[in-house]
Nanobody, 116 residues
Framework: QVQLVESGGGLVQPGGSLRLSCAAS????????SGWHRQAPGKQRELVAE???????NYADSVRDRFTISRNNAQNTTYLQMNSLKAEDTAVYYCSVIDRSGQDYWGQGTQVTVAS
């Protein structure tokens, strides 16, 4: 089992920045992929970014060059640095991990609202 706790969401003006954090606990040695998803009202949950143990990063086209995912293995924490935020980035952001058996785990979500 892996437990995930997100933090860092909030209200920001267009063009601003936020950094989300996801702290993992439990069977952290089993974590293979760490990622962030988001779900806007009335829309399906979508992948925002993910990072593999090799350091390979994958981004949604809509956030590429604006968002950066990183992972601090010593602190068991995954980050999502979000710059140049737009109104369309407004959503609940969820941290997720996939362990080596393919099991996925999710955090409770943190609200990000981009508005002037």
């Amino acid at each position: 089992q892996v437990q995930l706790v997100e933090s860092g969401g909030g209200l920001v003006q267009p063009g601003g920045s936020l950094r989300l954090s996801c702290a993992a606990s439990g069977n952290i040695d089993s974590i293979f992929v760490s990622g962030w998803h988001r779900q806007a009202p009335g829309k399906q949950r979508e992948l925002v970014a993910e990072i593999l143990p090799s350091g390979f990063r994958n981004y949604a086209d809509s956030v590429r060059d604006r968002f950066t995912i990183s992972r601090n293995n010593a602190q068991n924490t995954t980050y999502l640095q979000m710059n140049s935020l737009k109104a369309e980035d407004t959503a609940v952001y969820y941290c997720s991990v996939i362990d080596r058996s393919g099991q996925d785990y999710w955090g409770q979500g943190t609200q990000v609202t981009v508005a002037s």
